[in-house]
C-alpha cells in the first residue's frame, strides 16, 4: 500500500480565500484523523473519523474549518475563510480503528498551509 | 485533552540515556509514542496497553502506569539517529472508538 496520501503538500494562499485539503486513507482502515501541527501547540486533533462518520470535532478551531468524508477512501478539510494564523501543517493519519492494538495511526506527509 | 509532556526539550551526547515523561488528568486506555524527524511525518514506535500487553520498538523501551496516567520513554544508548521530537499519544478509556489525541511534544537531539 502506498500509505496515507495527502494534497496538495504546500499550499501558499491570501486571506480569506477557501482553502480544501484533501486525503487518501490506506485501504481498509475504519479510522481518520486531521490534525494540525504547530510550535506552540504540538500536533492538535481537529476531528476524528470512524466508518466516515464524524466522531468528535471538538477540535474544530471555528466555524470556518470543515472536514467531510463521503467515502471509505477519501476525506476533505476546507477552510473558508483562511486567515494568517490558519498557517500550520496539517497533517492526516489513519488507523484500523478501535480494538486493543489496532489503533497505531499511520500519517500522510502532511501539508504545509501558509495564509499571507 | 491532550496529554502534557516533559521535558520540552533534551541535549545528549552519543550513548547517553534520556528518560521522557507523559502525564494525563484522564483515565487511559492506551499510550502510544511516535517519533518526527524534521520535515517528516510522525512515525509509530509503540503501543501500551492498560494491563500491560504492548507492541513496538526494538531498541526503546516505555512503562505505563495505570493508576497515575503517566507513560515513560526509555531511550538508552542513544544513537544520532534518536534525535527528533517524540510525542506521546493517548486514548481515554470510555472512548469506544480509539480517539488519539498528542501532546505537545519532546525536541530530542544527540550530539556525536
Known amino acids: 500500500d502506498a500509505g496515507v496520501i495527502q494534497s496538495p503538500r504546500h499550499e501558499v494562499t491570501e486571506m480569506g480565500q477557501e482553502v480544501t485539503l484533501r486525503c487518501k486513507p490506506i485501504?481498509?482502515?475504519?479510522?481518520l484523523f486531521w490534525y494540525r501541527q504547530t510550535m506552540m501547540r504540538g500536533l492538535e486533533l481537529l476531528i476524528y473519523?470512524?466508518?466516515?462518520?464524524?466522531?468528535?470535532d471538538s477540535g474544530m478551531p471555528e466555524d470556518r474549518f470543515s472536514a467531510k468524508m463521503p467515502n471509505a477512501s477519501f476525506s476533505t478539510l476546507k477552510i473558508q475563510p483562511s486567515e494568517p494564523r490558519d498557517s500550520a501543517v496539517y497533517f492526516c493519519?489513519?488507523?484500523?480503528?478501535?480494538?486493543?492494538?489496532?489503533?497505531?495511526?499511520?500519517f500522510g506527509q502532511g501539508t504545509r498551509l501558509t495564509v499571507v | 485533552q491532550q496529554p502534557v509532556q516533559s521535558p520540552q526539550a533534551v541535549i545528549l551526547r552519543e550513548g547517553e540515556d534520556a528518560v521522557i515523561n507523559c502525564s494525563s488528568s484522564?483515565?487511559?486506555?492506551?499510550v502510544h509514542w511516535y517519533r518526527q524527524k524534521h520535515g517528516e511525518a510522525p512515525v509509530f514506535l509503540m503501543i501500551?496497553?492498560?494491563?500491560?500487553e504492548q507492541k513496538g520498538h526494538e531498541k526503546i523501551s516505555a512503562s505505563f502506569n495505570e493508576k497515575k496516567q503517566q507513560s515513560s520513554l526509555y531511550l538508552t544508548a542513544s544513537q544520532l539517529s534518536y534525535s527528533g521530537t517524540y510525542f506521546c499519544?493517548?486514548?481515554?478509556?470510555?472512548?469506544?472508538?480509539?480517539?488519539?489525541?498528542f501532546g505537545q511534544g519532546t525536541i530530542l537531539t544527540v550530539h556525536p
Open positions: 493519519a489513519s488507523s484500523l480503528g478501535p480494538g486493543p492494538l489496532n489503533t497505531e495511526a499511520f
Open positions: 499519544g493517548t486514548v481515554e478509556s470510555g472512548t469506544s472508538y480509539g480517539k488519539l489525541t
Open positions: 473519523f470512524n466508518n466516515n462518520v464524524p466522531i468528535d
Open positions: 484522564k483515565a487511559l486506555y492506551s
Open positions: 501500551l496497553l492498560k494491563g500491560g
Open positions: 485501504s481498509g482502515h475504519n479510522s
